[in-house]
């Protein structure tokens, strides 16, 4: 678990950029052999790109840092469970496992059938749950 706590905290502290930046909060880290090989937060409103979720972010960067489409041994870090958007394209990129901080009860990918992920892609809730929620919930009130 501390493995899981180190690489959440480092999505966390994006979420808290995304925050500043007037970003929906979100960070997401993708991890290959405890290196981290991309981060990013949400940056839907900077680059007015309704697809420039942290992990569509991360997804870009990690595969030109590898130089390949195919991300089997990496391990998605991230505040908040991926919509089917994002989870498509993990799909796509058959990453090997998803660590997320807080569910997304609607518009998460575990809400759909049949699944998104790729077949032989794990997932689970990590650390980290009330933080980022706290993070998410902030922001929205604040806009209201």
Same mark, same amino acid.
């Given at each position: 678990?501390?493995?899981? +706590?180190?690489?959440?905290?480092?999505?966390?502290?994006?979420? +808290? !950029? @995304?925050?500043?930046? *007037?970003?929906? =909060?979100? *960070?997401?880290?993708?991890?290959?052999n405890d290196e981290i090989i991309a981060k990013d937060h949400n940056r839907v409103e900077?680059?007015?790109?309704?697809? @420039?979720?942290?992990?569509? &972010?991360?997804?870009?960067?990690?595969?030109?840092? &590898?130089?390949?489409?195919? &991300?089997?041994?990496?391990? &998605?870090? !991230?505040?908040?469970? =991926?919509c089917p958007m994002c989870a498509g394209a993990l799909q796509w990129a058959q990453i090997r496992e998803i660590v997320y901080a807080a569910s997304d009860p609607k518009l *998460?990918?575990?809400?759909? #059938?049949? @699944?998104?992920?790729?077949?032989?892609? #794990?997932h689970r809730q990590g650390p980290f749950c009330d933080e980022a929620l706290t993070l998410i919930k902030r922001f929205f009130h604040e806009r209201r």
């Open positions: 678990m501390e493995r899981d +706590e180190y690489f959440m905290r480092i999505a966390l502290s994006e979420a +808290e !950029v @995304a925050y500043r930046e *007037g970003e929906i =909060p979100v *960070g997401a880290v993708i991890v290959i900077q680059l007015r790109d309704p697809t @420039a979720h942290a992990e569509m &972010l991360c997804l870009t960067a990690a595969t030109t840092h &590898l130089r390949n489409k195919y &991300l089997r041994q990496a391990t &998605l870090y !991230v505040t908040l469970e =991926p *998460g990918f575990s809400q759909y #059938t049949p @699944a998104i992920l790729h077949p032989k892609t #794990t």
